[in-house]
């Protein structure tokens, strides 16, 4: 990954890291479903930013690193109203970091000043509750889903404890010999908090596999893009 900072002070943030984890999901009688996911992320990144100051331009370089491990689990029904399905969904996440330790070194002029910093532990938890409304068939050439949100966050994006409300519409098409695509738009708001994100899905099928990609953004400023191939046995 790569940041650009561009407010208290300029320069990049870069780094790699690696996340991985287990998803499940359970069906019972009377069409309820319980889902859930566990993992966990390590990771590393360097920085070097610029501060001007009365005193001149402060260089700041340096790394840390960091880890967390997140999990989550939701409930869900579905139902039909003649051609919509209605699947209200009721739920948690929860990610925790026991913080980092990293290194600066801080430049002005001939001055010097190298310290260990140390990146505080991080809780962060969200409830919530939905109800997803979708029109047509899973198998129609073309199906719309909105999706409206209650939700309660802790720690997550500064917020010491708030609730608010958000929501998704995603638009899905399904076209011919295995073709299909979607485009979603995602957003909430907590206090005077508010995220977004979008995001774009294409697949097709390529000689005895397929090729799907995806890219997606968000408020924050991350991007990301996929692209895979599957091959069929």
Request: one cysteine or more; charged letters at 15%.
């Amino acid at each position: 990954s790569q940041s650009d900072v561009t407010s208290l002070g300029t320069g990049t943030i870069k780094g790699f890291g690696l996340d991985g984890g287990f998803v499940g999901a359970t069906a019972f009688d009377g069409g309820m479903f319980l889902d859930w996911d566990l993992g966990a992320a390590i990771g590393n990144h360097t920085f070097d930013l610029d501060f001007n100051r009365s005193v001149g331009v402060v260089n700041a370089t340096g790394d840390y690193t960091y880890g967390a491990v997140y999990a989550g689990a939701a409930l869900s029904g579905e139902m039909r109203l003649n051609a919509v399905k209605v699947s209200p969904r009721a739920g948690f996440d929860v990610a925790w970091s026991p913080g980092g330790q990293g290194n600066i070194q801080a430049v002005r002029g001939q001055v010097e000043q190298s310290e260990t910093l140390t990146i505080p532990e991080v809780l962060g938890l969200r409830a919530f509750s939905e109800m997803r409304v979708q029109g047509g068939a899973t198998s129609a050439p073309i199906n719309l889903a909105v999706t409206p949100r209650l939700l309660c966050d802790f720690g997550f994006d500064g917020v010491a404890m708030g609730c608010g409300y958000g929501g998704s519409l995603e638009l899905k098409g399904n076209g011919k010999k295995g073709r299909s695509f979607s485009i979603s738009v995602d957003g909430s708001r907590v206090q005077d908090t508010v995220t977004g994100a979008i995001g774009l899905h294409y697949a097709l099928p390529v000689e005895k596999g397929s090729l799907s990609g995806e890219v997606s953004a968000d408020s924050a400023g991350k991007a990301s893009g996929t692209l895979d191939y599957t091959v069929h046995f």
